[in-house]
Nanobody, 123 residues
């Protein structure tokens, strides 16, 4: 059974940094894109960034490019999202997903989705 467990969320102030972690288990993720999505109240899910599990190629949405980075530890099947210069508009539930695609921004192309972790950016 595939599990994607996100952790690391919290309440921070604008300009702060936060690192989210996604622990993936239950299958080999060779050939998969591991991605982070977020959903704010009343809004649809939004692609944040993704990384190819084997190749390491990554991509980000325009709203976070230059502020967020993503990395993975293949030996631990862990995906990390480093978020810097956080803004109030980054407030959302962040969740990780895994799919057999090439850095797709469409949540429907991800076969596996985990539970989220709340990130709140407020002064």
């Amino acid at each position: 059974q595939v599990q994607l467990v996100a952790s690391g969320g919290g309440l921070v102030q604008p300009g702060d940094s936060l690192r989210l972690s996604c622990a993936a288990s239950g299958r080999s993720f060779s050939g998969y894109t591991m991605a982070w999505f977020r959903q704010a109240p009343g809004k649809e899910s939004e692609f944040v960034g993704g990384i190819r599990f084997i190749e390491g190629t990554s991509g980000f949405s325009d709203s976070v490019k230059g502020r967020f980075t993503i990395s993975r530890d293949k030996s631990k099947s862990t995906i990390l999202l480093q978020m810097n210069s956080l803004k109030p508009e980054d407030t959302a539930v962040y969740y990780c997903a895994a799919g057999q695609n090439w850095l797709s921004r469409d949540i429907d192309r991800y076969e596996y989705r985990g539970q989220g972790t709340q990130v709140t950016v407020s002064s």
